[in-house]
């Protein structure tokens, strides 16, 4: 899977489930997984799905490329109104390595185009 432009093509990890058009990167990076731009982070069974098969390269994902640990990520989802369940905790963790994803498309398409 991934996200092409006429400019910049950038490979999906994994994680991601179906190919992301520009349109959704960018509807994520504005109002992030929860506006609906990304529906399989936000519904509970697709996210449990996600975290089961592919949790190590989640996590791996936002402490390498990201600086985030599985540690601060649950004292950011503690922190947070309503937070409580373990099926929103993995719908919390998908989601941020969705929008930390996205962006990352955004900074390579911009990187792109101030090259040109």
Same mark, same amino acid.
């Given at each position: 899977?991934?996200?092409?432009?006429?400019?910049?093509?950038?490979?999906?990890?994994?994680?991601?489930?179906?190919?992301?058009?520009?349109?959704t990167v960018i509807a994520v990076c504005e109002g992030g997984c929860a506006?609906?731009?990304?529906?399989?982070?936000?519904?509970?069974h697709k996210a449990l799905f996600a975290m089961e098969k592919y949790s190590?390269?989640?996590?791996?994902?936002?402490?390498?490329?990201?600086? +985030?640990? !599985?540690?601060?990520?649950?004292? @950011?989802? /503690?922190?947070?109104?309503?937070?409580?369940?373990? +099926?929103? !905790?993995?719908?919390?963790?998908? @989601?941020? /390595?969705?929008?930390?994803?996205?962006?990352?498309?955004?900074?390579?398409?911009?990187?792109?185009?101030?090259?040109?």
């Amino acid at each position: 899977m991934s996200v092409c432009t006429s400019e910049v093509s950038v490979e999906s990890p994994r994680w991601i489930d179906g190919p992301l058009d520009l349109d959704t990167v960018i509807a994520v990076c504005e109002g992030g997984c929860a506006s609906g731009a990304y529906m399989p982070a936000v519904e509970y069974h697709k996210a449990l799905f996600a975290m089961e098969k592919y949790s190590n390269d989640i996590l791996d994902y936002l402490e390498e490329d990201h600086g +985030m640990s !599985f540690r601060d990520l649950m004292f @950011s989802y /503690a922190e947070r109104e309503g937070a409580g369940s373990w +099926m929103d !905790f993995n719908c919390y963790i998908l @989601s941020v /390595a969705v929008e930390c994803y996205c962006r990352d498309v955004v900074n390579e398409i911009q990187a792109a185009l101030a090259s040109v």
